[in-house]
């Protein structure tokens, strides 16, 4: 998939207006919390946030910003992975969870050196990617999606048990998100 297809896919999952009770990030259109909307210069009502506004913010914020186009390059699967996690947990944290699974795999440090968890993709993150796929080959790839999976759906399962409100979306979570 491209971006323009990754895009279409979470605004279709995402759908039109929300705005749950029980959802700390408060109204959202088309994915797109209220917080992100108005940080990007959005005053209007979130009902009314135009889809093209939309796309432009998830191509920006959730896959150049922080450089999954450069991801996408080495490892197309994975960099799909990560812009649904940094969709609906942020960039920072997926980008993270791509690095603790990096730094987990590389046997010790005798494949590539350990690498930050700063959330940033960045030249690091970047040699120890291609390291390990260079090591592991295409199979490495998937082994990395279920890992960066595997940290998100306990996440999950932490949000919900560390607030009850959130076992609201913990089904969904686990059954649109993860896997």
Do not use: C
Request: overall charge positive; glycine content about 12%.
């Amino acid at each position: 998939m491209n971006i323009d297809d990754l895009i279409k896919a979470v605004i279709a999952r995402e759908g039109g207006f929300g705005d749950h009770p029980a959802d700390r990030g408060g109204a959202t259109r088309w994915g797109i919390t209220e917080a992100v909307a108005r940080a990007d210069g959005w005053s209007g009502p979130m009902r009314d946030l135009p889809r093209d506004r939309a796309v432009a913010i998830y191509r920006r914020l959730y896959w150049s910003r922080p450089r999954l186009d450069v991801v996408a390059a080495l490892a197309p699967k994975l960099a799909t992975e990560l812009f649904d996690t940094a969709v609906n947990m942020g960039p920072a944290v997926a980008i993270g969870f791509l690095q603790r699974a990096l730094t987990a795999l590389n046997r010790g440090g005798g494949d590539y050196a350990d690498i930050a968890v700063d959330g940033r993709v960045g030249p690091d993150t970047l040699a120890a990617l291609d390291a390990f796929l260079r090591r592991r080959g295409r199979s490495g790839e998937g082994v990395l999606v279920r890992a960066v999976e595997a940290l998100q759906g306990e996440r999950y399962l932490t949000l919900a048990e560390g607030r009850p409100a959130n076992e609201a979306f913990l089904y969904g979570w686990l059954a649109n998100r993860v896997g």
